[in-house]
């Protein structure tokens, strides 16, 4: 026995000044180093458990730090897989029961009632509040790992990873209207913004090219089932819920009605056909093999900016939110011009009002602004401290068929994407450099234009002769 645990094992219980004295010493004990309290003055057992499972912590926590400092995307697919999540929430509620036992067992240790009477409610409360910090920080953790694996198994695919083609992986990101009226009138959900996002599986670097809702005469890849249908290209639909020319703003909704059998793994992944119908048609207009969809609820939008606290966006100019053919004097709000800090439901409406001249193009810029801002502003430690709110959002707004196996490979990339800048494509008339008219687009020679964009010509070599 050491000289330590005599006088605190087989305390002088006739000491007021000894047992104060040793209450602290437990106390203190038992906040630097848990079980240590019960190894010197009470059960050796509990108190080498309650010693192990502490020094297991600080070994996870370091190793946890160490990966994540040396090859943070290894830590992030760790911390991101389903089983890991689970045990992890597992051993956290834990290591909260078990600094409750503990704290309880070293008050009991310490006899309150032998020590002074003054330094009785402050050792009983040092004790309280160190039991609530950190047994509800490991229950609250806990909590947090557990909302984290639900949020993702509903977001993203369980599949398995995916190669890259070309050296690229190609996104559709859809913006989806889910106007009440328009499911009463089992219309579905319906295309209100549509993206490729082309990202260089390497180096991070982003293409964003923006599809026209009013693009005309789709073609469909040869592998889609809708080549068959459309042969010559989207030129029919279903007048019975559109009152539009057949036009990519409503591919989605004639799918889903007319044709949910063509697509089956809808089904499974838990979207509307339709989304895979769009997959087809953003591959036939770019040329390009979309390999991931990412489905965005736009008024769900609205939570998840407000969860990160809003968006900063210089305003360029100042923007109705009004219908297109408002007059100005009945417009009944504006986003003024300049540097703004926009709340969900101001940059919601920002990136929608089609109230501008050149209404759903001047969007197609907006909504880019949009994209732009996010994924510079948004970093590890705003989701940390927001987590629950954003998960919550999340889980509403976000569907994909991403694997839930590269999400640490894709959040490691995004942060190399972050650090560049975009290059946008808006496949519009008013786009300088490849303008499109959406009545008579020429896709060959649009398909030509992106291929020198995303994989252009080496630079050529030098002559040695000059």
Same mark, same amino acid.
């Given at each position: 026995? $050491?000289?330590?645990?005599?006088?605190?094992?087989?305390?002088?219980?006739? =000491?007021?000044?000894?047992?104060?004295?040793?209450?602290?010493?437990?106390?203190?004990?038992?906040?630097?180093?848990?079980?240590?309290? %019960?190894?010197?003055?009470? =059960? &050796? &057992?509990?108190?080498?458990?309650?010693?192990?499972?502490?020094?297991?912590?600080?070994?996870?926590?370091?190793?946890?730090?160490?990966?994540?400092?040396?090859?943070? =995307?290894?830590?992030?697919?760790?911390?991101?897989?389903? +089983?890991?999540?689970?045990?992890?929430?597992?051993?956290?509620?834990?290591?909260?029961?078990?600094?409750?036992?503990?704290?309880?067992?070293?008050?009991?240790?310490?006899?309150?009632?032998?020590?002074?009477?003054?330094?009785?409610?402050?050792?009983? *409360?040092?004790?309280?509040?160190?039991?609530?910090?950190?047994?509800?920080?490991?229950?609250?953790?806990?909590?947090?790992?557990?909302?984290?694996?639900?949020?993702?198994? %509903?977001?993203?695919?369980?599949?398995?990873?995916?190669?890259?083609?070309?050296?690229?992986?190609?996104?559709?990101?859809?913006? $989806?209207?889910?106007?009440?009226?328009?499911?009463?009138?089992?219309?579905?959900?319906?295309?209100?913004?549509? %993206?490729?996002?082309?990202?260089? *599986?390497? $180096?991070?670097?982003?293409?964003?090219?923006?599809?026209?809702?009013?693009?005309?005469?789709?073609?469909?890849?040869?592998?889609?089932?809708?080549?068959?249908?459309?042969?010559?290209?989207?030129?029919?639909?279903?007048?019975?819920?559109?009152?539009?020319?057949?036009?990519?703003?409503?591919?989605?909704?004639?799918?889903?009605?007319?044709? /949910?059998?063509?697509?089956?793994?809808?089904?499974?992944?838990?979207?509307?056909?339709?989304?895979?119908?769009?997959?087809?048609?953003? =591959?036939?207009?770019?040329?390009? /093999?979309?390999?991931?969809?990412?489905?965005?609820?736009? +008024?769900?939008?609205?939570?998840?900016?407000?969860?990160?606290?809003?968006?900063?966006?210089?305003?360029?100019?100042?923007?109705?939110?009004?219908?297109?053919?408002?007059?100005?004097?009945?417009?009944?709000?504006?986003?003024?011009?300049?540097? %703004?800090?926009?709340?969900?439901?101001?940059?919601?409406?920002?990136?929608?009002?089609?109230?501008?001249?050149?209404?759903?193009?001047?969007?197609?810029?907006? !909504?880019?602004?949009?994209?732009?801002?996010?994924?510079?502003?948004?970093? +590890?430690?705003?989701?940390?401290?927001?987590?629950?709110? @954003?998960?919550?959002?999340? $889980?509403?707004?976000?569907?994909?068929?991403?694997?839930?196996?590269?999400?640490?490979?894709?959040?490691?990339?995004?942060?190399?994407?972050?650090?560049?800048?975009?290059?946008? @494509?808006?496949?519009?008339?008013?786009?300088?450099?490849?303008?499109?008219? /959406?009545?008579?687009?020429?896709?060959?020679?649009? !398909?030509?234009?992106?291929?020198?964009?995303?994989?252009? +010509?080496?630079?050529?070599?030098?002559?040695?002769?000059?």
């Amino acid at each position: 026995m $050491t000289a330590l645990e005599q006088p605190l094992r087989f305390p002088d219980l006739a =000491s007021q000044t000894f047992m104060t004295r040793r209450g602290w010493w437990l106390i203190v004990l038992n906040v630097v180093l848990p079980g240590s309290a %019960q190894v010197v003055a009470g =059960s &050796r &057992r509990l108190g080498r458990f309650g010693m192990g499972a502490t020094f297991t912590a600080w070994g996870i926590v370091f190793l946890a730090v160490l990966v994540g400092v040396l090859w943070p =995307s290894a830590l992030i697919t760790i911390g991101t897989f389903a +089983p890991i999540l689970f045990v992890g929430q597992i051993l956290l509620v834990g290591y909260a029961v078990l600094w409750l036992v503990l704290t309880l067992d070293t008050l009991r240790l310490v006899r309150i009632i032998r020590t002074a009477p003054r330094a009785r409610a402050w050792i009983a *409360a040092l004790a309280t509040i160190v039991m609530v910090f950190f047994s509800g920080t490991a229950a609250y953790a806990a909590f947090l790992t557990g909302s984290a694996n639900g949020a993702i198994s %509903q977001i993203f695919s369980p599949g398995p990873s995916v190669e890259p083609i070309n050296g690229r992986y190609n996104f559709l990101v859809i913006g $989806t209207d889910t106007d009440p009226q328009r499911e009463a009138e089992n219309m579905g959900m319906r295309s209100d913004t549509t %993206q490729v996002i082309s990202l260089d *599986a390497t $180096t991070g670097t982003a293409t964003i090219i923006g599809l026209s809702r009013d693009l005309h005469d789709i073609p469909f890849p040869a592998s889609s089932p809708l080549a068959a249908i459309y042969p010559e290209g989207y030129t029919e639909y279903s007048a019975e819920y559109c009152v539009e020319s057949a036009c990519l703003n409503t591919i989605m909704t004639e799918v889903n009605l007319n044709y /949910p059998d063509l697509y089956p793994q809808a089904a499974t992944d838990g979207v509307p056909p339709g989304v895979f119908a769009m997959m087809d048609a953003a =591959s036939g207009v770019t040329g390009l /093999p979309i390999q991931f969809y990412v489905v965005i609820d736009m +008024p769900s939008l609205v939570t998840l900016i407000d969860a990160l606290g809003g968006v900063d966006i210089n305003v360029p100019e100042r923007t109705a939110i009004a219908e297109p053919d408002t007059a100005e004097e009945d417009v009944p709000a504006w986003i003024e011009a300049g540097p %703004q800090r926009l709340d969900g439901y101001h940059a919601v409406m920002y990136v929608r009002t089609r109230w501008s001249g050149n209404g759903d193009y001047d969007r197609m810029v907006r !909504q880019q602004q949009l994209q732009e801002a996010l994924l510079a502003q948004v970093s +590890p430690a705003n989701v940390l401290t927001k987590f629950q709110d @954003i998960a919550a959002a999340g $889980t509403s707004l976000l569907k994909t068929n991403v694997p839930q196996t590269m999400l640490g490979y894709f959040v490691d990339l995004g942060l190399k994407t972050q650090a560049q800048p975009l290059v946008h @494509i808006a496949l519009t008339p008013f786009d300088p450099t490849w303008p499109v008219d /959406p009545l008579a687009p020429d896709y060959v020679g649009l !398909q030509a234009y992106l291929q020198s964009v995303l994989f252009p +010509p080496p630079p050529a070599s030098p002559d040695p002769e000059q």
